[in-house]
């Protein structure tokens, strides 16, 4: 069976019995059995051929019927090896490998974010369970067709940037060049670094009706999709072990490897350069893939406001100040890369980056100004532009396309738009017209008319595209296989030597049920693995790069950037924050019933400090009545609205947009915990206040301790999960500031108003503590103002007396600040020292009863933590002081 595709391997090869044993052979019955038929006129991927316009369709029970249904619509032979190595067992077991799939992606937290429908619409990333299966031969002419058209782009951009010999031989419209609102005048007589303007390109991939490959498209700016790329293929390939192993799928790292090598061969720092992907944020829709691009490939995630510009040269802002960067993977679009130059409103970019380009001080991939290659009016132009710049024919043949900007072209396509789809010539700008293509035959002749008058008025907008037939590919759905239309888009990387290495493999995007080429993530379609099979030894290249030596390791530490050192502080504050809440709000809600007056008092303070309930919302003087009904309800309602500041739904949504923002630092498990709470808490209270009548009060105690249960295990990966580096102890620091802000406050209001002198007014200050079963353990039943004050203030044992606390953020906060020890001493000395406090002066009251020495004590703490807050912001996050400190560490 391991010798099939070397004696066979063409699509059309009907079904070869004997080459299979019989286990095999009847998966593969089964398989061609279950098959429905293709869309008339389209390449049919599972057999191999074009689908004929009228398909017989016949269901057998037998595998003698089956056998004579598989003799009429055989399955092409790498098909029916791919389903004859899984066997009859494999093939039963699908719906329950497409249901494994669809788990791992969501334990992945894989999605695609469709912001654009309004609010926070991330979706999972939708992958279909079989992939598209690639042999050898064709293999073979994709790679050289897509090898030679990525050196005629790196050949066009070099010319347009610079001599411009296309536009004055004509080979080029100058029009529809120099109009693009991508073509970036301020690149023009640039010379990279290296002398690369491309790094990375993409192109989409279609197969006609006649089996032949061809190009409907290209991304030459900021091509996405190889980190989806990349989470299909782990997810996918475990699913069929056997057959990936023993068709010989070919492994992608390699081409990785190339990339990485390509940029640091072009980089000014050569192979100690800092490489970093630029991302426009956690709401980019592909976001998802910038986070696991950068973890695969061992580069700083950044965004635009980490980056700075200094003397030509770019940096990085971290926690320890500026570090230099030589190479940008970016996947921010042109105009938006540098607001001096381009786009002056964008805040994605980095001001100076493109003079930072022009000096050569750092490589940006792709370079600014390639998106203008993305115009499908270019398409026509690109076999003479061959011709001219390589001296060859294209391998690789584009779809038919024809730019309405020439005069002659329009007048002979004018009466004849209804066999064409409409799209726009350039990319969305202030400028151009932009729109969604438009399938001219579907639209009725009065729309039809419509279209002929506005390109009348502007032909050089619009490119007119003969339709696609892409061939189909099956995906599993409800026990049968259906076709669906595919169009795969291939990766090629610069070696950084004027060769290019192509990613053997590609993103298979799937249609979701209809013909149209045009797939889009957007629009619902999903996506697979791609499966390129070679007849060789399968490449046994890793991402790993050359070991470090000793010496190189001196010094060495993790970067942070102030971005992310901010995120991991407010991820520490709101992580505090919403413990704090949820707990408070399970207190009060359990004193409501029958809550001394002094107890309920104290609860509304904390609550209304905390921005829990509305300062108008009076507590009720007595627990039951009327007033404590309308009370508890508004504090309950208050809780599940993630809009109102400081509930409890809100504290988790901010939490989790920190945490969005750190997906490359957390886990995933620490990051699944914190996204899965933030939706089900607001759910778990909405089903409760549907119900017809009062909220019950045990079904919300409920809800409040799922969330204390999900919060403790989210501070369990902080704690356990989590590298102790500069950033967790910025995340530590933060939660420390917070609950003694919290816990000194809270316990102040308690003294002030007497607590301890009733029997639930001390249990609700050892609650708010959480030391409730400490205290017991330690003091039995005794209520007694000194070993409560020895608990909670004094004792450096427990986590949550200020001693511990603040002896944790003094030596938390020395560590983080060692590069500058005199301000971390300077700041050390003004927190408290709890510890050092005297129990007999604390627990001493005046003639009114009250502990004068204590209350001071604990408002200089609250008082501390919020003015260390401050200082550190002020220190840490901002860098308007800071000069370079051009260091090269290893990521």
């Known amino acids: 069976m391991g010798s099939g595709i070397g004696r066979d391997s063409g699509h059309d090869a009907p079904m070869q019995s004997s080459l299979l044993p019989d286990g095999a052979h009847a998966a593969a019955l089964l398989a061609a059995s279950c098959a429905l038929p293709g869309t008339p006129g389209h390449r049919d991927e599972l057999r191999g051929r074009l689908t004929p316009a009228s398909v017989p369709v016949a269901v057998s029970a037998s595998l003698d019927d089956l056998a004579a249904a598989a003799t009429a619509s055989g399955l092409a032979s790498v098909w029916e090896r791919f389903f004859g190595i899984n066997g009859t067992a494999g093939w039963h077991d699908l719906s329950a490998r497409l249901a494994r799939v669809q788990r791992r992606v969501r334990e992945d937290g894989a999605t695609y974010n469709v912001y654009a429908e309004g609010g926070d619409s991330a979706r999972s990333w939708p992958l279909e369970l079989l992939p598209l299966l690639i042999t050898p031969q064709e293999w073979a002419g994709i790679e050289a067709g897509v090898q030679q058209r990525a050196r005629l782009l790196e050949s066009v951009l070099a010319d347009i940037y610079g001599a411009q010999d296309l536009l004055h031989d004509g080979f080029l419209p100058a029009s529809l060049v120099l109009a693009h609102p991508q073509y970036l005048r301020p690149m023009h007589g640039v010379r990279p670094a290296g002398g690369h303007w491309l790094q990375m390109v993409a192109f989409d991939l279609a197969r006609r009706p006649d089996g032949q490959w061809r190009v409907v498209g290209h991304r030459s700016q900021a091509p996405s999709g190889l980190g989806y790329l990349l989470e299909n293929r782990l997810v996918i390939g475990q699913q069929f072990p056997e057959a990936f192993r023993e068709l010989k799928v070919q492994r992608v790292a390699s081409a990785f490897r190339a990339l990485m090598d390509g940029l640091l061969r072009v980089s000014p720092a050569g192979a100690r350069s800092r490489v970093a992907l630029l991302t426009p944020g956690p709401r980019n829709e592909t976001y998802f893939e910038h986070v696991f691009l950068a973890r695969y490939l061992g580069v700083t995630l950044v965004e635009g406001s980490d ?39 964008s805040q994605l970019g980095v001001p100076g980056l493109v003079q930072a380009v022009r000096a050569g001080e750092v490589v940006v991939a792709n370079a600014p100004g390639a998106g203008v290659l993305e115009s499908p009016g270019l398409s026509a132009f690109w076999p003479g532009v061959a011709r001219r710049l390589l001296g060859e024919e294209l391998l690789l043949p584009a779809h038919t396309s024809w730019w309405c900007g020439e005069a002659s072209v329009w007048a002979v396509n004018r009466r004849k738009l209804r066999e064409f789809v409409i799209v726009p010539t350039f990319s969305p700008s202030a400028g151009t017209t932009h729109f969604a293509p438009v399938m001219a035959s579907a639209l009725d002749s009065a729309a039809l008319r419509s279209w002929e008058a506005r390109i009348d008025t502007d032909p050089a907008a619009y490119t007119l595209l003969a339709p696609v ?65 070679t007849e060789g030894p399968v490449d046994a290249t890793t991402l790993l790069p050359r070991p470090l030596e000793p010496s190189e390791l001196v010094g060495w530490h993790r970067v942070i950037t102030s971005r992310a050192a901010e995120n991991l502080f407010w991820l520490g504050r709101y992580t505090e924050r919403a413990e704090n809440s949820v707990r408070l709000a399970r207190l009060t809600l359990e004193a409501l019933p029958a809550g001394s007056a002094g107890v309920l008092q104290v609860m509304h303070s904390l609550l209304v400090r905390h921005g829990m309930v509305p300062a108008a919302v009076p507590m009720p003087a007595q627990p039951s009545g009327q ?49 899965h709470l933030s939706e089900l808490f607001p759910r778990l209270l909405s089903s409760i206040g549907s119900r017809q009548g009062h909220e019950p009060l045990s079904d919300v105690l409920t809800a409040l301790q799922q969330a204390a249960l999900h919060l403790a295990a989210i501070t369990g990966a902080q704690t356990d999960r989590m590298t102790r580096d500069d950033g967790w102890r910025l995340l530590s620091v933060a939660r420390q500031i917070e609950r003694l802000d919290m816990l000194a406050h809270a316990l102040a209001t308690g003294f002030e108003v007497g607590l301890t002198e009733t029997d639930d007014g001390f249990a609700l200050l050892l609650g708010l503590f959480d030391s409730t079963i400490t205290y017991r353990a330690q003091f039995q039943a005794r209520r007694e103002v000194p070993p409560l004050l020895h608990l909670l203030v004094l004792d450096t044992d427990n986590p949550r007396s200020l001693a511990w606390v603040a002896r944790t953020l003094r030596e938390r906060l020395r560590k983080l600040a060692r590069h500058d020890p005199a301000w971390a001493e300077q700041t050390v000395q003004t927190l408290p020292r709890p510890e050092d406090w005297s129990l007999d002066t604390l627990s001493t009251r005046d003639a009114h009863g009250r502990h004068p020495a204590l209350l001071q004590a604990l408002r200089s703490c609250s008082s501390a933590a919020l003015d260390l807050s401050n200082d550190i912001s002020r220190h840490l996050f901002s860098h308007a002081h800071t000069g370079p400190a051009d260091r090269t560490l290893w990521q």
Not at 490 to 500: K, N, T
Not at 645 to 659: D, H, I, K, P, Q
């Open 307 to 345: 980056l700075t510009v200094r003397h030509q040269k770019v940096y990085l802002k971290t926690l320890h100040g500026l570090e230099r960067v030589h190479v940008l993977l970016r996947r921010v679009d042109d105009e938006w890369l540098d607001p001096l130059e381009l786009r002056g409103d």
């Open 469 to 533: 037939r892409p061939s189909e590919l099956p995906v599993w759905r409800e026990g049968r296989l259906e076709p669906r239309p595919v169009v795969v888009r291939v990766f090629a990387m610069s070696d950084g030597e004027g060769g290019w290495r192509v990613l053997p493999g590609g993103l298979t995007r799937v249609g979701n049920g209809g013909t149209d080429a045009y797939l889009s993530m957007q629009a619902g379609s999903a996506s697979t693995d791609t499966w390129v099979l």
């Open 627 to 675: 007033a404590a009904r309308v009370f508890e309800r508004t504090l309950i309602h208050s809780m599940g609205d993630p809009h109102a500041g400081a509930s409890v739904a809100f504290n988790l949504r901010v939490l989790r947009g920190c945490a969005e923002a750190l997906r490359e630092r957390l886990s995933t498990e620490h990051w699944g915990l914190i996204k």
